[in-house]
């Protein structure tokens, strides 16, 4: 019988001894059959895109544990080790598919919009939503600027006062904006675990400004108001939205095409906060003492416009023309 020769395993570890004596930043190490390249100290590698500090890395080569694998391998390390050397070092040809992500500030709230919108319905109301809880926050950040986590802290404490509700709005976005981050392995768990317990820790101290029953117009006030505007329409708007408790953009959304004077029940429409609904006056003797059904709405633009908007826009007519309780209280009144 012929012997079997099997290729003779030749033991490559004082050749990659060598090797790592040569070089300043990384190393080389076999595991399992392969070589792979690691930095020598936690900081050797810069982070990873989204994250904010250095870790160990571990790169796969993708050379087999051999002296052909092993001289491809030399070259590679000390390719890296220059780059890491002279701060040149780029992380893009290292990452996944998965992990190419956007860079900078704009990059990143593209990606997430387009994220959001996938899963969300684009109706007039969501729409909104984002623009008031998202955009308007986001738009604030450096947008050619890298996006870390620091860089989200740091414009979070710059741009918003601890105990306001600003601070509570950016805590929102930027940790919406940071869970989409770790989504896309961008950043680790454990640094979104940390991050968002700190903006937690960081939006406390707010709380909504509570209307008193005493700040409340009486029924008799309101009525007095409502006659001592000289302005029809903006007489008409503060009827309706005291008779019928409507939110100051809800008045605009309202479906008067078929309000008659026997008509009670109102249909506001789906584009609104709550959603379609039926309201009812009360006190039902407030539709006929202001003749609501005598639709009058203010020469104001409304195509195109917010529902925010709209209703900042009810608010400061009725700061422009003396009345003394904002449009909310008209709803808690009755």
Known sequence: MGKNFAPEKIDIGPRLQAINQQLEKASLRQKGGKLYIRGKSVDSFPPKPGQDKPRRVELALNCNASLAGLKVAKAKAQEIDSQLLWGRFDWGPYLKDKQKLAKTLTEWIEKYKADHWASTPRTLTKENSYQKNYRLFLKRLPQEKILTLDLLRSELLKGSKPGTRSREFYCMAYGRLAKFMAKQDAIATTDLTTFLAELKSLKQGYSPKKILPEDLPTDEQIV????????????????????????????????????????????????TKTGTRLVYPCPASWRTTFKLWNVRYPNIRREGRSNGKLGEKVSQQFREIGIGHNPYALSWAD
């Open 224 to 271: 007095e108001i409502w006659q001592s505007l000289k302005n029809p329409s903006w007489q008409w708007i503060y009827g309706m939205i005291a008779t019928y408790g409507l939110r100051p953009h809800e008045v605009f959304h309202v479906d008067v095409e078929r309000f008659m004077a026997d008509t009670e029940v109102l249909r506001v429409a789906d584009n």
